[in-house]
Structure formats: structure tokens, C-alpha cells
């Protein structure tokens, strides 16, 4: 066994020592606390909105240290063998989950048992709670309280235009100060990172370093409490549960196959900063870049240690190589990377990977040089971002087959007339634009109109869509559909002549493009929401329709994607990806298109009521018998 330092034991010592004695039996379920506010809210009773509030956010935080405590107290009682004999490590299991289920119900009395839903959840992650807290806190006259929710609920939420100018009136108001905007979700190790850099690029050197070398302290202990929290239940995402009859030790290998999944995703959160979709690339080897500068103004020793370990993630960096040379030069000795980086490197080399870049930059934004898998073998890649000259853009073939493509085609040309009624398109006279959603579909295969082989391959298509993007572009939580549309656009006969208009005009997908100003506003109409798009083709067999990105100017093609049968073009929804489609001038061009979002909030009515379709079909077919089901009243 390794028995190198471990910053994970080391963490873990912190952790456990910290307040374990406290008692939280009579901690009150943070749900209800939230639902009490809301109320208290509606009803203008602002003390109150303020007392229930403050106390779910002070329960939502108690219940993830226990978890994290507890957690940490049993994995160290009941450590996996490594020779993973199967009685001794299924008896482990048992015992560490024993040891958990016990250890928090102490601590946490009868909310161990509470199930919070998923919708709460998400409020709590996305910071809803500090919404209504500066609005009460306004109400009750406490400025420099209401100034401290209203940031903390915007570093989130940066998209919210009404948040985003009522800091600028606190900002205004007598008696709120600076020191008052403060985000008071902010996790250690980023807000001392932050502070770090702030003071490096000030000139003070000195306390820059103890705020890095405290940010890496953090690091690594949040770290360990992340990988924690992915000890529990796991979500199997696309199993079905009345088809899935496996062993006990088949069981034990999925769900410990989702919790290295969860593990792995550790490193990439640790690097988000909330409000943004991507995280900083290169983070953990920036503390020791800074720190080699830092500690270069006097103390050569540590920064010569620093210049070492910044190059475990960097082997044969020019630069840092050079500068090493001159450490060692200059010191007459050599010396060793830090070993809590080598012990974390070692231990965590391909999460890394996928957040290191190729060269010394500080403070470099984020940029793709990594991509995810593609999950199906027949894809392939066409073009990455960089071929198509922009950023969060990808270009794929094979997505479906030549048969598919066929039967979806189709199935739209059946739908035609239902949906849009054959009507002219919303953006130009010289072109029909028809189309049908999935529940539109679905709703025709009950009723015998079209057969609900297709309207399920309609369904599984958009599925299998989504998942490549989610996959390729490395998001780390669940995207979920927006909208979803089989649309063909046909051009008019005898209207063609000396064409100067788009299919669709330049535009981006959640913002509003104004060329002029050489800006995208991020406010309504446009879907604010939406984060990803994709465009996928069932055919090529048609004259013009090419999918053109263009400059903010909307003039400006920096790309541009000549559509076919299993082509898929991907992007990010904002205004980095203007785009439009020219015009078909002769024949029919048809695809599936597809809109996304990170916020659950926003997902898709007619989907989620086409999931509980499909959830019948397939109850339908594992139980071999008929549902009593009238499909008008489902749909």
C-alpha cells in the first residue's frame, strides 16, 4: 500500500474533528423551512421570510457537513481490501453503509430519512433562497443585509437583469459599503484564490502568497469533501428498473461505476465558478505558478519547489524549465515538487488532463482544447471548434443512419400540413416551413396516422442528440431539452428568382443580436434559458440551406455547413454562436432541431409529457399485456 503523504488522510483528520460532537437531532428539514418562507413571502410577512429562510439555508449547510463528516468516519472504519476478495468486500460494503445510515441518523434525528425533492435541490444550487432574502431584507430596511443576498444570488445568476440593477441602487444607498457585497456562498479555496490574484497583480507579494498557499489548503480539503458526497445513492441514469434483474455483485459494480463518475467530475466543479458553464482551465497548477513568481521576490527555495511542481502537470514546460535552471543555479542545489501535488497527481492524473492546457498562461479564459467522447461508435468528427473558426462549436457525421434519416423524413412529410399547416415561413415568403413536435407525433402513432415505429424514433433520435452534446462538450451537470422540432423547409416554386433573404436570418439562440452595437443582449424575448443547440439533417438532396456561423456584425461567415442525411452541427446557444441558414432555393430541406438548457426549470413541457408516454409503452411491453389507457386524455 501507498504510504506516501495524503492529503485526503490529512483532510480527513481536519473534518472529523471538527464539531462531530454537536448535536443536530432537532435540526428542522430545510424544505420545509424554504416552504415556510415562500409563504411568509406571499403574505408580506418579511420577519418571518428572514427567520425561515436563514434558518433552511443554515440546515441545507448542516445537513451536507454531516454527510460529509459521516462519510469520512466510515469509509476510514470500513476500508475496501485491495485485494477485493468478494465476501470481504461485499461485507465491507454492507458495513460502511450501515456505518453511514447510523452515523447520520445520530446527527441528524429524523431528517436522515427526510427526502428533499429535486426541485428544491436545484433552488438551493442555483441560489433562489437569496432571492427572496433581499427582497425581505429591502422590506425590513436592512440595506447592507439585502446588498450581501442580492451579490451572493447574482454571482449565479449574472443573466438577471432586475438582480443586476438593484446592486447598482445598494451600491447608491447610505450606509452600504463595499465590504457589504460580499458572496456569502463563495467556497474557501476560490475565494482565496481570487483574493491571491488580486494581490499579486497589486505588487504584494507576501500576502498574496499566504492567500495562495490558503487556497491550496482549501483545495485539496474541499476536494476531499466533494469525492465524499458522491458516497451515497446513485441515479442510473437510462435503466430501467423493471428490466434490471442483475446479481449482487453486478449491482455493487454500477453503482460504484457511477460514484467514480461522480468522483470524477470533482475536479471539474472545484474549478466552476458559479454562473459559468465552463470551469477555469489549468486552476490547481496556476497556485504554484503564482506562487514560483511570488516566492521569487526573496525566497528562491520555495519558489525553485513551486517551479517543480507546476511541471508535474507540465512536463518539459520551456518556460518554467528555464526558470528552474536559474533556480538551481542560483542556489547551488536542487530540490522536489511539493508531495501533496505529486500525491494528488497521481492519484487523479486523467480528471486533470481534461483542465490542463498546453502552456503558462495565468489567468487564461477558457478555451477548447479537450472534448469529450462521442458515446455512440458510428459517430465521427468532422470539424472541432477551432476548424470551424469559433468557440463551443462542433461538427459531426454518422449520427443516424441512411435508414433512419429515411423513415424520419417520412414521418415529416406525413406530419406536413398538421403542425404549421404548410403555412409560408415565419422568416421569408419564398419558402414553406412545416413541422411536428414529439408529443405531436407520438399523439399521431396512438391514433394510427403515422406509425409509432417513427414517432419512437423521433423520440430516441432527440435522445441520443442530446446525449452527444452533453458528452462532447464535457458538462458537468444534465442538460435537459428546451424545445424540440422536426421541421422541413420547402422552397416555393416560381419565387426563386434573384433570392437576396435567408431561410432564417442571422441571429443567436438566447440572446438578442444587435450587429451595430456588436452586442447580444441577454434579455427577453430570447430564450435566456437555453444553453446548447443542435441541428440535425435527415437529407442533402436539395439546393442551397447551408448552415452559415457568422461574426457578431451577422455579415461576417466564419463558417459554413452544407447539410445531409445524419450530419449534426452543435453549439453553445449565446452570442458567440450567431448563425442563420441560407435559402433553399429548389427542393426540401429537413432536420431535427433541437434546443437545450442546464436549468431544470426550463425544460420542455411536451417532453416530460412525452417521457411518461414512452414510460408506458415500455411498462406496456415488459408486462406483455394492454395499459387501459385512452391516449387523448394522456397526451
Same mark, same amino acid.
Given at each position: 500500500?501507498?504510504?506516501?503523504?495524503?492529503?485526503?488522510?490529512?483532510?480527513?483528520?481536519?473534518?472529523?474533528?471538527?464539531?462531530?460532537?454537536?448535536?443536530?437531532?432537532? #435540526? *428542522?428539514?430545510? @424544505?420545509?423551512?424554504?416552504?415556510?418562507?415562500?409563504?411568509?413571502?406571499?403574505?408580506?410577512?418579511?420577519?418571518?421570510?428572514?427567520?425561515?429562510?436563514?434558518?433552511?439555508?443554515?440546515?441545507?449547510? *448542516?445537513?451536507?457537513? !454531516?454527510?460529509?463528516?459521516?462519510?469520512?468516519?466510515?469509509?476510514?472504519?470500513?476500508? =475496501?481490501?485491495?485485494?477485493?476478495? /468478494?465476501?470481504?468486500?461485499? @461485507?465491507?460494503?454492507?458495513?460502511?453503509?450501515?456505518?453511514?445510515?447510523?452515523?447520520?441518523?445520530?446527527?441528524?434525528?429524523?431528517?436522515?430519512?427526510?427526502?428533499?425533492?429535486?426541485?428544491? #435541490?436545484?433552488? =438551493?444550487?442555483?441560489?433562489?433562497?437569496?432571492?427572496?432574502?433581499?427582497?425581505?431584507?429591502?422590506?425590513?430596511?436592512?440595506?447592507?443585509?439585502?446588498?450581501?443576498?442580492?451579490?451572493?444570488?447574482?454571482?449565479?445568476?449574472?443573466?438577471?437583469?432586475?438582480?443586476?440593477?438593484?446592486?447598482?441602487?445598494?451600491?447608491?444607498?447610505?450606509?452600504?459599503?463595499?465590504?457589504?457585497?460580499?458572496?456569502?456562498?463563495?467556497?474557501?479555496?476560490?475565494?482565496?484564490?481570487?483574493?491571491?490574484?488580486?494581490?499579486?497583480?497589486?505588487? @504584494?507579494?507576501?500576502?498574496?502568497?499566504?492567500?495562495?498557499?490558503?487556497?491550496?489548503?482549501?483545495?485539496?480539503?474541499? @476536494?476531499?469533501?466533494?469525492?465524499?458526497?458522491?458516497?451515497?445513492?446513485?441515479?442510473? *441514469?437510462?435503466?430501467?428498473?423493471?428490466?434490471?434483474?442483475?446479481?449482487?455483485?453486478?449491482?455493487?459494480?454500477?453503482?460504484?461505476?457511477?460514484?467514480?463518475?461522480?468522483?470524477?467530475?470533482?475536479?471539474?466543479?472545484?474549478?466552476?465558478?458559479?454562473?459559468?458553464?465552463?470551469?477555469?482551465?489549468?486552476?490547481?497548477? #496556476?497556485?504554484?505558478?503564482?506562487?514560483?513568481?511570488?516566492?521569487?521576490?526573496?525566497?528562491?527555495?520555495?519558489?525553485?519547489?513551486?517551479?517543480? !511542481?507546476?511541471?508535474?502537470?507540465?512536463?518539459?514546460?520551456?518556460?518554467?524549465?528555464?526558470?528552474?535552471?536559474?533556480?538551481?543555479?542560483?542556489?547551488?542545489?536542487?530540490?522536489?515538487?511539493?508531495?501533496?501535488?505529486?500525491?494528488?497527481?497521481?492519484?487523479?492524473?486523467?480528471?486533470?488532463?481534461?483542465?490542463?492546457?498546453?502552456?503558462?498562461?495565468?489567468?487564461?479564459? =477558457?478555451?477548447?482544447?479537450?472534448?469529450? %467522447?462521442?458515446?455512440?461508435?458510428?459517430?465521427?468528427?468532422?470539424?472541432?471548434?477551432?476548424?470551424?473558426?469559433?468557440?463551443?462549436?462542433?461538427?459531426?457525421?454518422?449520427?443516424?443512419?441512411?435508414?433512419?434519416?429515411?423513415?424520419?423524413?417520412?414521418?415529416?412529410?406525413?406530419?406536413?400540413?398538421?403542425?404549421?399547416?404548410?403555412?409560408?415561413?415565419?422568416?421569408?415568403?419564398?419558402?414553406?416551413?412545416?413541422?411536428?413536435?414529439?408529443?405531436?407525433?407520438?399523439?399521431?402513432?396512438?391514433?394510427?396516422?403515422?406509425?409509432?415505429?417513427?414517432?419512437?424514433?423521433?423520440?430516441?433520435?432527440?435522445?441520443?442528440?442530446?446525449?452527444?452534446?452533453?458528452?462532447?462538450?464535457?458538462?458537468?451537470?444534465?442538460?435537459?431539452?428546451?424545445? !424540440?422540432?422536426?421541421?422541413?423547409? !420547402?422552397?416555393?416554386?416560381?419565387?426563386?428568382?434573384?433570392?437576396?433573404?435567408?431561410?432564417?436570418?442571422?441571429?443567436?439562440?438566447?440572446?438578442?443580436?444587435?450587429?451595430?452595437?456588436? *452586442?447580444?443582449?441577454?434579455?427577453? %424575448?430570447?430564450?435566456?434559458?437555453?444553453?446548447?443547440?443542435?441541428?440535425?439533417?435527415?437529407?442533402? /438532396?436539395?439546393?442551397?440551406?447551408?448552415?452559415?456561423?457568422?461574426?457578431?456584425?451577422?455579415?461576417?461567415?466564419?463558417?459554413?455547413?452544407?447539410?445531409?442525411?445524419?450530419?449534426?452541427?452543435?453549439?453553445?446557444?449565446?452570442?458567440?454562436? %450567431?448563425?442563420?441558414?441560407?435559402?433553399?432555393?429548389?427542393?426540401?430541406?429537413?432536420?431535427?432541431?433541437?434546443? =437545450?438548457?442546464?436549468? %431544470?426549470?426550463?425544460?420542455?413541457?411536451?417532453?416530460?409529457?412525452?417521457?411518461?408516454?414512452?414510460?408506458?409503452?415500455?411498462?406496456?411491453?415488459?408486462?406483455?399485456?394492454?395499459?387501459?389507457?385512452?391516449?387523448?386524455?394522456?397526451?
Amino acid at each position: 500500500m501507498d504510504t506516501n503523504f495524503s492529503p485526503a488522510a490529512i483532510s480527513s483528520v481536519v473534518l472529523l474533528a471538527a464539531a462531530l460532537s454537536t448535536s443536530t437531532a432537532f #435540526l *428542522e428539514p430545510y @424544505d420545509l423551512l424554504y416552504d415556510n418562507a415562500v409563504q411568509a413571502f406571499y403574505n408580506s410577512d418579511y420577519h418571518n421570510v428572514v427567520r425561515y429562510m436563514e434558518g433552511a439555508l443554515s440546515s441545507y449547510a *448542516e445537513v451536507r457537513r !454531516t454527510r460529509v463528516r459521516c462519510r469520512l468516519t466510515c469509509q476510514d472504519q470500513h476500508p =475496501f481490501d485491495e485485494t477485493f476478495m /468478494d465476501l470481504r468486500f461485499s @461485507d465491507a460494503v454492507l458495513q460502511r453503509a450501515a456505518c453511514m445510515n447510523r452515523c447520520i441518523e445520530e446527527k441528524l434525528g429524523s431528517q436522515s430519512v427526510h427526502k428533499v425533492s429535486e426541485d428544491v #435541490l436545484q433552488d =438551493f444550487h442555483r441560489r433562489i433562497p437569496y432571492n427572496y432574502l433581499q427582497l425581505a431584507y429591502q422590506k425590513l430596511k436592512q440595506p447592507d443585509k439585502a446588498a450581501a443576498a442580492a451579490h451572493t444570488y447574482f454571482q449565479a445568476n449574472p443573466e438577471h437583469v432586475e438582480m443586476g440593477q438593484n446592486l447598482e441602487q445598494y451600491k447608491d444607498l447610505q450606509g452600504v459599503m463595499e465590504e457589504h457585497f460580499v458572496d456569502r456562498e463563495a467556497r474557501p479555496h476560490q475565494r482565496s484564490f481570487a483574493a491571491a490574484v488580486k494581490l499579486y497583480n497589486s505588487g @504584494d507579494y507576501e500576502a498574496a502568497i499566504g492567500l495562495f498557499e490558503e487556497a491550496l489548503t482549501e483545495y485539496y480539503k474541499a @476536494d476531499v469533501e466533494c469525492r465524499a458526497l458522491c458516497h451515497w445513492p446513485q441515479r442510473f *441514469e437510462g435503466y430501467d428498473y423493471l428490466r434490471y434483474r442483475y446479481s449482487l455483485y453486478e449491482v455493487i459494480s454500477d453503482h460504484f461505476t457511477q460514484v467514480l463518475h461522480c468522483e470524477h467530475e470533482c475536479v471539474r466543479d472545484l474549478a466552476n465558478r458559479p454562473g459559468r458553464l465552463s470551469p477555469m482551465e489549468n486552476y490547481l497548477p #496556476l497556485h504554484y505558478d503564482y506562487l514560483q513568481f511570488a516566492y521569487f521576490q526573496g525566497e528562491l527555495e520555495e519558489a525553485l519547489q513551486c517551479a517543480l !511542481t507546476y511541471l508535474l502537470f507540465h512536463e518539459g514546460e520551456e518556460s518554467l524549465m528555464d526558470n528552474v535552471d536559474y533556480y538551481r543555479e542560483e542556489l547551488g542545489h536542487d530540490s522536489k515538487p511539493r508531495e501533496e501535488a505529486a500525491w494528488y497527481l497521481r492519484r487523479h492524473k486523467q480528471e486533470l488532463e481534461l483542465l490542463l492546457i498546453g502552456s503558462k498562461t495565468m489567468g487564461v479564459e =477558457f478555451t477548447e482544447g479537450v472534448r469529450g %467522447p462521442l458515446v455512440y461508435d458510428s459517430v465521427q468528427l468532422v470539424q472541432n471548434s477551432a476548424a470551424l473558426n469559433g468557440t463551443q462549436r462542433v461538427l459531426l457525421d454518422h449520427v443516424m443512419s441512411e435508414e433512419e434519416c429515411s423513415d424520419l423524413r417520412h414521418l415529416a412529410v406525413t406530419m406536413a400540413g398538421d403542425g404549421y399547416r404548410g403555412r409560408m415561413s415565419p422568416h421569408t415568403p419564398n419558402e414553406k416551413f412545416e413541422g411536428a413536435t414529439v408529443l405531436k407525433t407520438l399523439q399521431h402513432g396512438f391514433e394510427g396516422r403515422v406509425p409509432m415505429r417513427s414517432a419512437r424514433l423521433f423520440y430516441d433520435i432527440s435522445e441520443r442528440a442530446r446525449r452527444i452534446i452533453e458528452s462532447y462538450f464535457l458538462l458537468n451537470s444534465t442538460l435537459h431539452f428546451s424545445y !424540440t422540432h422536426l421541421v422541413c423547409r !420547402t422552397a416555393i416554386t416560381g419565387q426563386q428568382d434573384h433570392r437576396n433573404d435567408l431561410s432564417h436570418p442571422i441571429h443567436a439562440d438566447n440572446c438578442l443580436l444587435d450587429p451595430d452595437a456588436n *452586442e447580444c443582449w441577454k434579455e427577453p %424575448p430570447a430564450y435566456t434559458y437555453r444553453d446548447y443547440s443542435a441541428l440535425l439533417y435527415l437529407n442533402g /438532396d436539395f439546393e442551397g440551406g447551408e448552415f452559415i456561423f457568422t461574426e457578431m456584425d451577422a455579415k461576417t461567415v466564419t463558417a459554413s455547413v452544407k447539410p445531409r442525411c445524419g450530419r449534426m452541427v452543435g453549439f453553445s446557444s449565446g452570442g458567440e454562436n %450567431p448563425h442563420g441558414v441560407k435559402a433553399v432555393t429548389s427542393g426540401q430541406r429537413c432536420a431535427v432541431a433541437l434546443w =437545450f438548457t442546464l436549468d %431544470p426549470l426550463f425544460r420542455e413541457l411536451e417532453r416530460l409529457q412525452a417521457d411518461e408516454v414512452i414510460q408506458a409503452l415500455d411498462t406496456q411491453s415488459v408486462w406483455g399485456q394492454g395499459l387501459n389507457i385512452n391516449p387523448k386524455d394522456e397526451l
